[in-house]
């Protein structure tokens, strides 16, 4: 699949979010890709119900409100959403670049915001080097398809909300469930946590307590166990033809620092006028830019999402005047936020 586009957001985050209004209200349509399934990056993923209080004119929103909202607000300029990507390569071509994402889709782009943020978010993964070998096969750190699961035994590492809605929801179609966290600590909602002891008084499913996964048994190329250790160094051996890991998301800079960019300590340097890196064309904002000065707060992060774009206008329209309008008086902002005449 290939697209021509006059702007690629690579980020779903706040400010990759504010980047399509911001690009939007200039009269540009942008494309935006997110390695997660969804919208909102570090508000959506790692405090979606937490009170924000310093959005400049919204006294208190939660994490996941602040993100609806900007998908609302966001909703007039059509942007193309690509979830569940990963954008690896960046290279120059005749009038902009070449990206492509690990889904093979490739983009024409005439410019590129980067708004990474901390990162892609990646799965925290099993630390045993059995487990890469199977890793998309028998080891998984996701669930795409719950019927995969069907009539197999499934064991299932960690203790938040991720282990037990599937440990729940795979007790369904699974031959046998079994749970492991490393302690009795579980951050799971607590109503999901009883749900799943309700299986397991049943002796429909098991959790196994203070476990943590010591070895794979590997037969041929097939898992067939999996070694717990429990306290006191015992082993148990707990037969299994899939492993799920749900240990979190640890963000990581990944193919960013491939990109020919001026990195600085997992951040991107910018100028502080257009928010451009050293690559003309190619610009950063939010929580990944550094310059002197920088705070990784939201509102910097729109601020820098307004100056990008006007930079970016004089690039995919050339020698055009890019007027400052405001959006209460001007027609045309008007025509472009949809608002009736
Ligand atoms: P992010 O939110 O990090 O989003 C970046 C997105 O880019 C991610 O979704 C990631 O998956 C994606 N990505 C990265 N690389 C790639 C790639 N190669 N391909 C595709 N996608 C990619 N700030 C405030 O202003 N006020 C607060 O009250 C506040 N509270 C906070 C509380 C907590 C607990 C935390 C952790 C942060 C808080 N922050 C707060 C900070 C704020 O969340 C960040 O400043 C903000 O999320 C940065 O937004 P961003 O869009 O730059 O990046």
């Known amino acids: 699949m290939t697209i021509k586009t006059d702007a690629l957001i690579v980020g779903a985050g706040p400010c990759g979010l504010f980047q399509i209004f911001e690009l939007g209200l200039l009269g540009i349509k942008a494309e935006i890709v997110d390695s997660l399934p969804r919208v909102g990056g570090q ?5 979606p119900d937490k009170p924000i209080y310093d959005i400049p004119g919204i006294p208190l929103c939660t994490g996941q409100g602040l993100v609806d909202s900007l998908m609302e607000q966001i909703e007039p300029f059509h942007a193309g959403f ?3 990507e990963e954008v690896m390569e960046v290279s120059p071509e005749e009038g902009g670049f070449r990206v492509v994402t690990n889904a093979d889709k490739v983009f024409h782009a005439k410019t590129i915001f980067i708004a990474g943020g901390v990162g892609s978010f ?6 045993l080097p059995e487990a890469q070998e199977l890793e998309g096969t028998q080891v998984n750190y996701r669930v795409k398809d719950p019927a995969k699961y069907q009539g197999k035994r499934v064991v299932i ?4 909300d991720s282990a037990f809605d599937w440990a729940v929801a795979l007790q369904e179609v699974a031959e046998s469930v079994t749970l492991v966290h490393r302690s009795e600590q579980f951050r799971a909602a607590p109503a999901t946590v009883v749900a799943f002891r309700k299986f397991v008084d049943r002796g429909e499913a098991e959790l196994i307590e203070f476990g943590t996964a010591a070895a794979l048994k590997i037969e041929g190329d097939r898992l067939v166990s999996v070694d717990i250790k429990l306290p006191e160094d015992k082993i148990r051996t707990v037969p299994a033809d899939e492993l799920l890991a749900f240990f979190g998301l640890a963000p990581k800079l990944g193919p960013i620092a491939e990109w020919g960019l001026d990195v600085n300590r997992k951040t991107i340097n910018v100028d502080t006028e257009r928010f451009e890196t050293n690559i003309p064309g190619i610009f950063a904002i939010g929580d990944i830019n550094s310059y002197p000065g920088k705070k990784k707060l939201i509102l910097s992060g729109f601020h820098e999402a307004a100056l990008a774009a006007f930079a970016a206008k004089a690039i995919i329209e050339p020698g055009k005047k890019v007027h400052l309008q405001y959006t209460t008086t001007s027609p045309i902002m008007h025509k472009r936020l949809g608002v009736p005449d």
Do not use: S
């Open 157 to 160: 590492l960690g203790g938040g």
């Open 122 to 127: 990646q799965p925290r993964r099993i630390r």
């Open 82 to 84: 690509h979830l569940g």
């Open 43 to 47: 508000c959506t993923e790692l405090y």
